[in-house]
């Protein structure tokens, strides 16, 4: 295998990978491990030292998902204001369907074909004879021929019995009530026909008062987390708010006309905006007492929102069965490990994975490879700085060596601290560009090895120097 430095000028001459999983760099063990997460589902703990590649790990598995397919709406709740109803959009190519979430009433919006097969005859969409489906506009089925009940405005006894059930709330609209048992509770059924494809199921418990059916318009519902939304959130940690949402407070409520209705203060945590996509916690230890919030999400996968605030209007507002499936990602250093809660990193390993990433990584042709691509790769989303030249890539491979041998003691090594290397890159373009060089050179990297240190280091190499005057600043530029 030709190594990448053989020929080589500058690091414009290399192309960088498109593919995220490709610009990863050492942790070919973790990438596998996270794609076959991704594919199952399964969520993913990730350990390891600052800067050595855990959050692009997670931008990377978010490419692997598929688009999401549920849109979360909030509905108003004339009978208790102060709890909204969620309804979840199910898309299913050009066939929405809506479920709406309650405990004594739902509604659901659904094709002719699921449909109770009497209920689909009665109201057109099926044939009586043959079974076959179309659209009720259609006077005959298009499969065997047969008269279809289509239009309620024939004369015989069947269509005079149906005319008492129905009830025409607008031209286009027709009604069927039924009494149905479903799970041991009765209920009042109503299908409503809005268009050749879509019926309208509203289920109201018997005896309970709850509106079956809430007004459509756009001050009564309100998109939660919208379809077309980037499903990968990433939060620090820090704040349980962030996390799990909050409800806006409002001085007077969700009093009629003066407040704010309970349903448009709902503010949504990332868990909920993470449907079906990746939740990325940083310093997951962070959250402390508050990882059993998210625990509780991860295996109800819906979770409430509701006021944090005690002193303000939302604390009397909740909203239950927001939906939040989502794959968890989180991280954390090494040293923060004990801080997990014991009941978050079970469920992590008996449904995921704990994944401990490299710090470094042995010295070769390959790898020496690799970090030449890093480089270019650096240089090419800085955007501000000019490519370097062989001999300085030469040289950061060199501080690469060093920063393994001190960091972690290994020699022969590679460093994998990615974001410091990334650091050196940047400050050695910096340097090139004070110069008025179109390419950054060997001299740059070795000024910009001493400037990437932190200051401790500088002054530990000071000591180490037995200096008694500052590093002269004349060195650096």
């Known amino acids: 295998m030709t190594s990448l430095l053989n020929g080589l000028e500058t690091t414009a001459q290399i192309e960088s990978p498109k593919n995220l999983f490709q610009r990863i760099i050492g942790q070919d063990p973790a990438v596998s491990i996270v794609q076959s997460a991704v594919k199952q589902r399964r969520h993913v703990l990730l350990?390891?030292?600052?800067?050595?590649?855990?959050?692009?790990?997670?931008?990377?598995?978010?490419?692997?998902?598929?688009?999401?397919?549920?849109?979360?709406r909030l509905r108003k709740n004339p009978?208790?204001?102060?709890?909204?109803?969620?309804?979840a959009s199910q898309f299913e190519g050009e066939q929405q369907k809506l479920d709406e979430?309650?405990?004594?009433n739902?509604?659901?919006?659904?094709?002719?074909?699921?449909?109770?097969?009497?209920?689909?005859?009665?109201?057109?969409?099926?044939c009586s004879r043959c079974g076959s489906l179309s659209v009720p506009s259609e006077p005959s089925c298009v499969d065997c021929g047969a008269t279809k009940r289509c239009d309620w405005t024939g004369s015989d006894s069947y269509h005079g019995l149906f005319r008492m059930l129905d009830?025409?709330?607008?031209?286009?609209?027709?009604t069927l009530?039924?009494?149905e048992d479903i799970a041991g509770m009765s209920y009042h059924v109503t299908y409503e026909r809005y268009r050749d494809n879509e019926i309208a199921v509203t289920r109201r418990l018997l005896g309970n008062n709850t509106v079956s059916k809430m007004e459509k318009t756009a001050h009564d519902e309100r998109v939660l987390v919208g379809r077309n939304t980037?499903?990968?959130?990433?939060?620090?940690?820090?704040?349980?708010?962030?996390?799990?949402?909050?409800?806006?407070?409002?001085?007077?409520?969700?009093?009629?006309?003066?407040?704010?209705?309970?349903?448009?203060?709902?503010?949504p945590g990332a868990i909920h905006e993470a449907h079906e996509g990746i939740l990325y916690i940083d310093e997951v230890s962070a959250l402390g007492p508050h990882q059993s919030h998210l625990l509780t999400a991860m295996q109800d996968r819906s979770y409430p929102i509701s006021g944090h605030n005690p002193l303000g209007s939302g604390a009397a507002v909740r909203v239950d069965n927001v939906p939040c499936d989502f794959i968890l990602f989180a991280s954390c250093n090494t040293e923060n490990i004990s801080g997990i809660l014991p009941a978050l990193r079970s469920r992590i390993r008996g449904y995921g994975y704990e994944v401990m990433l490299s710090s470094w990584m042995k010295k070769n042709a390959e790898n020496e490879d690799k970090i030449t691509r890093f480089i270019s790769q650096t240089v090419e989303e800085d955007g501000k700085i000019p490519h370097l030249t062989r001999g300085s890539v030469e040289e950061v491979i060199r501080v690469a060596e060093r920063m393994a041998t001190q960091l972690d003691g290994q020699k022969n090594a590679l460093t994998l601290r990615l974001r410091e290397l990334g650091g050196l890159v940047r400050i050695a373009g910096d340097l090139a560009v004070q110069d008025d060089e179109q390419l950054v050179q060997t001299t740059h990297v070795k000024r910009a090895e001493v400037l990437s240190k932190g200051i401790d280091m500088i002054d530990l190499c000071s000591q180490s120097c037995k200096r008694t005057e500052p590093l002269n600043k004349d060195y650096f530029f």
Do not use: W
């Open 230 to 267: 980037i499903r990968f959130i990433r939060v620090s940690g820090a704040s349980h708010v962030e996390l799990l949402g909050d409800i806006k407070h409002d001085p007077y409520g969700s009093a009629e006309a003066l407040g704010m209705a309970a349903h448009l203060r709902v503010i």
């Open 79 to 87: 009978e208790q204001p102060d709890r909204p109803i969620v309804v």
């Open 167 to 174: 009830v025409v709330q607008e031209p286009a609209l027709r």
């Open 101 to 104: 979430v309650s405990e004594n």
């Open 106 to 126: 739902f509604a659901l919006y659904v094709a002719p074909d699921r449909l109770p097969v009497d209920v689909s005859i009665k109201m057109g969409f099926r």
């Open 47 to 72: 350990c390891g030292v600052p800067g050595i590649g855990k959050s692009m790990l997670a931008k990377a598995a978010y490419t692997l998902l598929s688009p999401p397919t549920q849109e979360i």
């Open 177 to 179: 009530t039924s009494l």
